[in-house]
């Protein structure tokens, strides 16, 4: 198992408008940085893959740090996890296409 973090910063544009007053990340942005994320570790490129599952847990905030954790199976699935602190935020997993 492989783990990786980063951090959205505190002043994230999307806060001021997703939701005023209760800042949180979309969804999409949040799986979009820990594809890139993991790019950058696998020195990969998942820009073109099928998302086989995506489940949010519960939601990221401007200044998160989120933790990731993520494994490739034998058939090249690569399943991940990310958490911030004890509250895990998003599971999911990829086939990267040929």
Same mark, same amino acid.
């Given at each position: 198992?492989?783990?990786?973090?980063?951090?959205?910063?505190?002043?994230?544009?999307?806060?001021?408008?997703?939701?005023?007053?209760?800042?949180?990340?979309?969804?999409?942005?949040?799986?979009?940085?820990?594809?890139?994320?993991?790019?950058? $570790?696998? #020195?990969?490129?998942?820009?073109? @893959?099928? +998302?086989?599952?995506? /489940?949010? %847990?519960?939601?990221?905030?401007?200044?998160?740090?989120?933790?990731?954790?993520?494994?490739?199976? $034998?058939? #090249?699935?690569?399943?991940?996890? @990310?958490? +911030?602190?004890?509250? /895990?935020? %998003?599971?999911?997993?990829?086939?990267?296409?040929?």
């Amino acid at each position: 198992m492989s783990k990786l973090t980063f951090q959205f910063p505190a002043n994230h544009p999307t806060g001021a408008g997703h939701f005023p007053g209760n800042p949180i990340i979309p969804g999409a942005l949040l799986l979009a940085e820990v594809l890139r994320c993991i790019e950058r $570790a696998e #020195g990969a490129c998942y820009a073109s @893959c099928n +998302v086989k599952t995506a /489940k949010f %847990l519960h939601p990221a905030r401007p200044g998160d740090v989120v933790e990731i954790e993520y494994t490739r199976s $034998a058939t #090249g699935t690569l399943e991940f996890q @990310c958490a +911030v602190g004890a509250s /895990k935020v %998003l599971a999911g997993g990829i086939v990267a296409n040929a």
